[in-house]
């Protein structure tokens, strides 16, 4: 989930479609696919850092399928929530286009014409969809050879899904588990105010307790490339 200020109603934007009855917005050059092209390189190290003895050939040819794997799942989970959204009869405002990835946009995100419960709904769309894709991808890994190209595609696929489907359940203010937090207090009697005041104080304990495990993890000697690695060995959640 977004927070209005990606887009505002009164923006110059072009529309370039619509899906699940939401508009597909551009603003001015940041359509560019730019993500698509970083996240191509770092599939393409990660995939010459795991295998040493790799060509550039087989490399560039292992980031061609990771990277539509890692970014499609991210597009999937977003449309997964204008497909929940317009499901309920609730469509969303918008999903901008910035630098090649979706922006999910409600203008109005205290909306009172949308139920609790129909905000818990759409913000529970895209957990549901990663969460399918990682059964999937798990499936997946058990029946293709270790050392093929469809095992090592359903590695990043799997590794992705399970950080979407969990981190985006966090209860933090601008991703999925920040609004199924306040609506589900909202359905309880809270209103939006007392409702946002304890989302404040979840987000700030949260971030003491994340702080705490990410100093303990570096005091392990857990850097920044080991963390990759295993990202794209499907070890992010464990190790």
């Known amino acids: 989930m977004q927070k209005p200020p990606v887009l505002c109603p009164d923006d110059e934007t072009i529309s370039v479609g619509r899906v699940f009855a939401t508009p597909l917005r551009v603003k001015g050059f940041t359509w560019f696919p730019l993500t698509q092209c970083i996240v191509w390189g ?35 989970h977003n449309l997964a929530h204008a497909a929940a959204a317009n499901r309920i009869g609730k469509p969303m405002d918008a999903i901008r286009i910035t630098w090649g990835m979706p922006l999910c946009v409600y ?76 609506w589900s207090l909202g359905e309880s009697g809270r209103t939006v105010e007392e409702a946002d005041q304890v989302i404040r104080k979840v987000d700030g304990a949260l971030g003491f307790v994340l702080s705490f495990f990410s100093g303990a993890a570096i005091n392990r000697g857990e850097t920044g490339d080991r963390f990759i690695v295993r990202y794209a060995g499907c070890d992010v959640l464990w190790g």
């Open 42 to 76: 770092i599939m393409s190290w990660i995939a010459g850092r795991t295998r040493p003895d790799r060509s550039l050939g087989e490399r560039i040819r292992i980031a061609t399928y990771t990277m539509p794997v890692v970014l499609g799942s991210e597009w999937g």
């Open 107 to 182: 203008y109005d995100i205290n909306d009172y014409s949308v139920t609790p419960r129909q905000h818990i709904l759409r913000a529970l769309g895209g957990p549901l969809f990663s969460f399918i894709l990682l059964v999937i991808s798990r499936t997946v890994r058990c029946i293709t050879p270790r050392d093929s190209v469809f095992r090592e595609v359903a590695d990043v696929s799997y590794a992705t899904n399970a950080f979407l489907s969990t981190v985006s359940l966090l209860p933090i203010p601008g991703i999925d588990g920040g609004p199924i937090l306040k």
